[in-house]
């Protein structure tokens, strides 16, 4: 018994290592810069920073930062241990998250050496990002999913720990809102369960999800226990009905017959012959809960893509059955395989793209050159005494704008972020936190921004004097054109930036 004991942690050592090595990434997200900022603003102040100081447009706006929790903890990781701390800390959150979503279907090793290899690449452009408060919510999800599965089975008292799961997911991030939406769909399809093998259907479902529903209004409720209090859902609901999200990649569709599309046709047509499998086994009825969340998430991702990474986890369950149809009978050659599988993809890894080089010199130049494609010279000109010895008249009145004037200066969206970190001393025009705000008379920052950014707005009539912009957008190659019209001036340029003064 001891032996076996000791043989199953040693293959769980190598499937979960697997998984944390494959899950570092140097942390890349443009938004980082801010989160480091309201965590630092935290402690320094010893309160939450509840409006815009930070950028130079709709200055004061007031807004419910739903995730100010996970800009702590990146805070005091980053402050702590740096880039390296948000890269380990990022991969431990994604070993959780994998550990809780097997365990709640139970994967043996053969069926974890099959399938997460596929999951952790079909979730690769979100994990490189490394550490967000996104991939807390999917380790939360995780956990509800493993308590509701418990409960289903056994009547299990953990259930009662949910409302303090959602009360700590509210403080966050605001994917709570999908939590609620799974566990709401979870009561449904298991009532629906329920009743489909009962005969006296109404009193015998109700009785098997009084409890269950209690405890869900409750943690409806308990996500009310935050800073913000019924803000929070307000904020998390704008994601959904805003016409502004259809500029927010994460928040189309997937394109058709590109690489995030292949891959959720390849793991549609593996579920589907998973239902198969569970349907002529007619096992179907214990698993409608499982079967009807991953099927509305698999039809949503088409819609909104960032449906597709909870639905890869939650597509585990229903691979499950694909998995152990090529299991070996002999449960040696089941254990000898699994081992193989993982120590192969372990070499290749290492030797494809070894996350030990990933993580290795990590800087805010690496970050800033290599992920957000940004650049310090542009910024620093900005900032500097040009070779003369005197200041420019227009960089004097970028860093400090007078009371009214902020917007004469445009910057690029995507390095907001990260002038708010490295240089508060020029504050961007816009950044990310700024993609769904409207003011009282419903003017949008970034829908100002975007419009000339994307040249569907000239930025010959607008109030700007002066530009920072990246080089691949429409709006580089307009100011490029006024350049040779005369009425404007390129004072500074490099492989990735340009800053542009009107004459």
Excluded at 137 to 156: A, D, P, Q, R, V
Excluded at 230 to 256: A, D
Excluded at 280 to 286: A, V
Aim: with cysteine.
């Amino acid at each position: 018994m001891k032996l076996n004991t000791l043989a199953n942690f040693a293959f769980n050592l190598l499937a979960y290592s697997t998984i944390f090595f494959s899950s570092l990434f140097h942390p890349s997200d443009p938004d980082l810069g801010w989160y480091l900022k309201y965590g630092q603003y935290f402690f320094d102040k010893h309160e939450i920073l509840r409006e815009n100081i930070f950028s130079s447009q709709m200055a004061g706006f007031s807004w419910v930062n739903h995730s100010w929790g996970t800009d702590l903890i990146s805070y005091l990781t980053f402050d702590s241990f740096g880039f390296l701390g948000l890269s380990i800390l990022g991969a431990l959150v994604i070993c959780a998250t994998f550990y809780f979503f097997a365990k709640t279907a139970r994967l043996d090793n053969f069926e974890k050496a099959l399938i997460f290899p596929f999951i952790l690449y079909f979730l690769s452009s979100m994990n490189s990002v490394s550490f967000r408060g996104q991939l807390l919510s999917l380790m939360f999800l995780g956990i509800l999913y493993w308590i509701l599965t418990l409960y289903s089975e056994n009547k299990s008292k953990i259930v009662y720990i949910l409302p303090l799961l959602f009360a700590l997911w509210s403080n966050i991030h605001g994917q709570f809102i999908l939590g609620l939406a799974v566990f709401a769909l979870w009561i449904a399809s298991n009532s629906l369960a329920r009743s489909l093998l009962s005969k006296d259907k109404i009193i015998s479902t109700f009785k098997e999800n009084a409890s269950l529903i209690v405890i869900f209004f409750i943690s409806t409720l308990a996500v009310l226990i935050n800073p913000f209090g019924i803000g929070v859902y307000q904020e998390s609901i704008k994601h959904f009905n805003n016409p502004l999200s259809k500029n927010i990649i994460e928040w189309v569709g997937t394109q058709t017959l590109s690489t995030l599309w292949w891959h959720q046709v390849l793991v549609g047509i593996a579920m589907f012959f998973g239902l198969i499998y569970l349907f002529f086994s007619q096992k179907s009825r214990n698993f409608l809960p499982q079967i009807i969340i991953t099927s509305l998430l698999y039809l949503i991702s088409f819609s909104v893509r960032r449906f597709a990474w909870p639905m890869y986890y939650f597509s585990i369950s229903l691979l499950k059955p694909l998995a152990a149809y090529f299991k070996p009978q002999s449960r040696k050659y089941q254990q000898v395989s699994a081992a193989v599988i993982f120590i192969l993809y372990i070499l290749g890894m290492f030797l494809i793209d070894n996350p030990i080089k990933r993580i290795q010199n990590m800087s805010w130049l690496s970050y800033c050159q290599k992920y957000i494609h940004c650049s310090d010279t542009a910024l620093d000109y900005l900032t500097v005494f040009d070779p003369e010895g005197l200041r420019p008249e227009w960089a004097n009145q970028l860093t400090t704008p007078p009371a009214g004037e902020a917007g004469n200066l445009l910057t690029y969206y995507g390095w907001g972020g990260y002038m708010i970190w490295q240089y508060p001393q020029v504050k961007p025009s816009i950044d990310g936190r700024m993609t769904l705000w409207r003011d009282e008379s419903n003017y949008s920052a970034f829908a100002d921004y975007y419009a000339y950014e994307q040249n569907t707005s000239d930025i010959e009539n607008s109030a700007y004097d002066t530009v920072l912009m990246y080089n691949q957008k429409p709006l580089y190659n307009r100011l490029n054109q006024l350049v040779d019209q005369g009425k404007w001036q390129k004072v500074y340029e490099d492989k990735f930036a340009g800053v542009f003064v009107r004459k």
